[in-house]
Each structure stands twice: as C-alpha cells, then as structure tokens.
C-alpha cells in the first residue's frame, strides 16, 4: 500500500504561481512512480506530470508544457509540482498518484495504482 497526502493547492489570481506538495508513506517509494492528474468540473481526469524518485525521466503534458515542474525530494518522500504563469483555465482538482512497476504509460489513469484525495486549485481572472 501506498498513502498519498496532497497539499498546496488554494486561490491565486492569474498569472501567478502555486507549488503543489504530495508525501507518499507505505511500500518502498522509491520504486513507485508519481504523478499528478487534474479533473476539472465537468471534464475528465487529465495527466498533468510525471516523475520517477530517481528524477532522472519526467513527463509533461503538452499543453501545460514550460510552466511546470515536477520534482522529488527523496529524504521527505516527497514529489513537488510547481506550476507557474497560470490561467483560469488551471482551475481543477489536483490529484496525486503512484504507479508500482511495471510502469504503464505516463499519460494514462490506469496505470496508476494509488490516488490522493486530491487538492483544489483555483485561478481567478
């Protein structure tokens, strides 16, 4: 089992910025990969970012490409996502997830095994 606690989220006016924090604690974390997914009102759940502990491959998704980044902090058990420039089309839940090996593919919900309860980020205009 892995347990994923999302923190961060909350109001901020556009083109401002937010750092999103999830601490992981259970099984090994360090052979997990994580993630962060948003789902907006209305709208599926959508791959944000990914990262292995080792921070050595990250994906984003296009569409958010050159605003964020994801990073890890092995010690904390602890994976970052900071968003920077945002729009009020960034307004979502924000999820954290953790895929066990073999990891599926980076983009897809049903490779991840374990979410968060998932963090509000809303952008005002």
């Known amino acids: 089992q892995v347990q994923l606690v999302e923190s961060g989220g909350g109001l901020v006016q556009a083109g401002g910025s937010l750092r999103l924090s999830c601490a992981a604690s259970?099984?090994?974390?360090?052979?997990?990969?994580m993630a962060w997914f948003r789902q907006a009102p209305g709208k599926e759940r959508e791959f944000v970012a990914r990262i292995r502990w080792s921070g050595e491959r990250t994906y984003y998704a296009d569409s958010m490409k050159g605003r964020l980044t994801i990073s890890s902090d092995n010690a904390k058990n602890t994976v970052y996502l900071q968003m920077n420039n945002l729009t009020p089309e960034d307004t979502a839940a924000y999820y954290c997830?953790?895929?066990?090996?073999?990891?599926?593919?980076?983009?897809?919900?049903?490779?991840?095994?374990?979410w968060g309860q998932g963090t509000q980020v809303t952008v005002s205009s």
């Open positions: 259970g099984r090994t974390v360090s052979s997990v990969a």
């Open positions: 997830a953790a895929a066990i090996p073999p990891y599926g593919l980076a983009y897809s919900i049903r490779s991840y095994d374990y």
